[in-house]
């Protein structure tokens, strides 16, 4: 057992306990948006369409989201999960930007954005020290 949990992200998040907050949060968020973008749900697809974006980028985002989310706890993939994920909400935010749309339809991805960007230097700085 301890050799499995080796290759996890526990022991990073043992020594930081906001680090394991905010990746939990993250990964429960991400799993449901990628579960809604795999499945095609209409107001994905309505969402996509309207901003012009193919179908096919919809099926893509949300199979890097559910694989950003699980890497995030894998030890050797979290800082590249971890920086995957910071540009898919960084596009996010930018194309709510780019089309005006009210906080109802943005205000996830920008709460979302700095939280990503927070995990990204935790798992970056962690990697540096290893």
């Known amino acids: 057992m301890a050799n499995i949990l080796a290759h996890t992200t526990l022991p990073r998040m043992a020594k930081n306990h906001l680090l394991f907050v905010l990746t939990l949060s993250m990964t429960v968020v991400f799993l449901m948006a990628a579960s809604l973008k795999i499945r095609a749900y209409w107001m994905m697809i309505m969402g996509f369409d309207g901003y012009g974006y193919p179908i096919a980028f919809l099926f893509f985002?949300?199979?890097?989201e559910l694989f950003g989310a699980i890497s995030l706890w894998l030890?050797?993939?979290?800082?590249?999960?971890?920086?995957?994920l910071s540009v898919i909400v960084l596009g996010a935010a930018a194309t709510h930007i780019i089309n005006d749309d009210p906080i109802e339809f943005s205000g996830l991805a920008y709460a979302m954005t700095p939280v990503m960007l927070l995990i990204t230097f935790y798992h970056w700085r962690a990697a540096r020290q290893e």
């Open 61 to 64: 985002i949300g199979y890097a």
């Open 75 to 84: 030890r050797r993939w979290a800082l590249l999960g971890s920086m995957g």
